[in-house]
């Protein structure tokens, strides 16, 4: 029996979006098993959702896209993204790209993770075109301010980013 590919796709997926969704579908194409990574936290990044939402709204959107193709596990970590890639038994890492300026930091990361474990690989895929300019960061921007983030994330999703942008104002 071959041995089972196990692809690492990491991420803070705050919110997620469709740009992640499109990704996961396409990734579950190229492995066995998928492991979405989410980062517990993130200094550079100021989350509007708890780890255990990000969790719960992942595993709500990501289930249906496995297609009977792939496994899909999501899992949370707090530490480099290739030791956790090694502790999933990952051979592969999946990033998105949206446009060049993605790219570089991307390179930066791959070259990196390379050189502390040249076992596992990063595959790069290209967002669809419809996705391209959809950003987590933008979205929840989007959000806060009142505007309707409905063709970036699904139904569910954007109902929830909604309450909470709702309850940070109330906050203000």
Do not use: W
Not at 4 to 13: A, N
């Amino acid at each position: 029996m071959p041995k089972k590919r196990i692809g690492l796709y990491p991420g803070t997926f705050d919110p997620v979006t469709l740009g992640h969704l499109d990704i996961i579908k396409r990734a579950v194409k190229i492995v066995d098993h998928l492991v979405i990574g989410i980062v517990s936290s993130n200094s550079a990044k100021a989350q509007v959702f708890s780890i255990e939402e990000r969790v719960e709204m992942m595993r709500h959107e990501a289930q249906p896209l496995a297609e009977a193709r792939a496994t899909i596990e999501v899992k949370t970590f707090d530490m480099l993204q290739v030791k956790f890639a090694h502790s999933v038994g990952a051979s592969v890492v999946i990033r998105g790209l949206r446009a060049v300026s993605d790219f570089e930091y991307e390179f930066q990361m791959a070259a990196m993770n390379q050189r502390m474990d040249k076992e596992i690989e990063t595959v790069f895929l290209m967002a669809d075109p419809r996705n391209q300019a959809i950003a987590s960061r933008l979205v929840k921007e989007i959000a806060m301010f009142g505007g309707d983030v409905t063709h970036f994330t699904t139904p569910y999703v954007a109902e929830r980013l909604v309450k909470r942008c709702r309850e940070l104002g109330a906050k203000m």
